[in-house]
T-cell receptor, first 115, second 117 residues
Framework: EADIYQTPRYLVIGTGKKITLECSQT?????MYWYQQDPGMELHLIHY???????EKGDLSSESTVSRIRTEHFPLTLESARPSHTSQYLC??????????????FGEGSRLTVL | AQTVTQSQPEMSVQEAETVTLSCTYD???????LFWYKQPPSRQMILVIR??????QNATENRFSVNFQKAAKSFSLKISDSQLGDAAMYFC??????????????FGTGTRLTIIP
């Protein structure tokens, strides 16, 4: 299994709360990604990072924000959660370009429910 | 924009039998990767098999093989000798090779595979 970890795995919170989903990888990967996945649906890219201090928005508009202060850490934050944010959030990383096989390594996901 | 279509939301197969999952994609590019990812319930998504578009030979990984038809933009996954551990959601995905920097994967909607003992 890949060395990429997400916490919490499951979170149920009330509307208006601030939440942070943690993602860490121990592989030294520069590129990291956040995908949003609704049940029975495809994954949609919401944020990505090429390295420290680099963050970009993905294809799917999201009210969440991300930061990349350290290579191994790529947290996602929702300042004020709403029921529409209920979803599964998957973190992924990719190896160095010179070792590029195209493969993404995924965490186990964080399933968020906002009441 | 690239799109990936999986027309089978659910499939089932008897244990030890063979099953084929379908995937089609739309792109105007010539250099790209195609992937099949497996997502077991409550577990990490993992890569099953990868195909580079410039390779004519179909990729194989043990019991998993693909039928890559570039002209038809079709990329099906065949699972032989199905095992209970193969039960999962399977996602087909596409990625440009030449799009240096932002190597975004475009995913299909997935196929839920059930293995019948």
């Amino acid at each position: 299994e890949a060395d990429i970890y997400q916490t919490p795995r499951y979170l149920v919170i009330g509307t208006g709360k601030k939440i942070t989903l943690e993602c860490s990888q121990t592989m030294g990967h520069d590129k990291m990604y956040w995908y949003q996945q609704d049940p029975g649906m495809e994954l949609h890219l919401i944020h990505y990072s090429y390295g420290v201090n680099s963050t970009e928005k993905g294809d799917l508009s999201s009210e969440s924000t991300v930061s990349r202060i350290r290579t191994e850490h790529f947290p996602l934050t929702l300042e004020s959660a709403r029921p529409s944010h209920t979803s599964q959030y998957l973190c992924a990383s990719k190896g160095l370009d010179r070792e590029d096989t195209g493969e993404l390594f995924f965490g186990e996901g964080s399933r968020l429910t906002v009441l | 924009a690239q799109t990936v279509t999986q027309s089978q939301p659910e499939m089932s197969v008897q244990e030890a039998e063979t099953v084929t999952l379908s995937c089609t994609y739309d792109t105007s590019e010539s250099d790209y990767y195609l992937f099949w990812y497996k997502q077991p319930p409550s577990r990490q998504m993992i890569l099953v098999i990868r195909q580079e578009a410039y390779k004519q030979q179909n990729a194989t990984e043990n019991r998993f093989s693909v039928n890559f038809q570039k002209a038809a933009k079709s990329f099906s996954l065949k699972i032989s000798d199905s095992q209970l551990g193969d039960a999962a959601m399977y996602f087909c995905a596409y990625r440009l090779i030449s799009n240096f920097g932002n190597e975004k994967l475009t995913f299909g909607t997935g196929t839920r595979l059930t293995i019948i003992p």
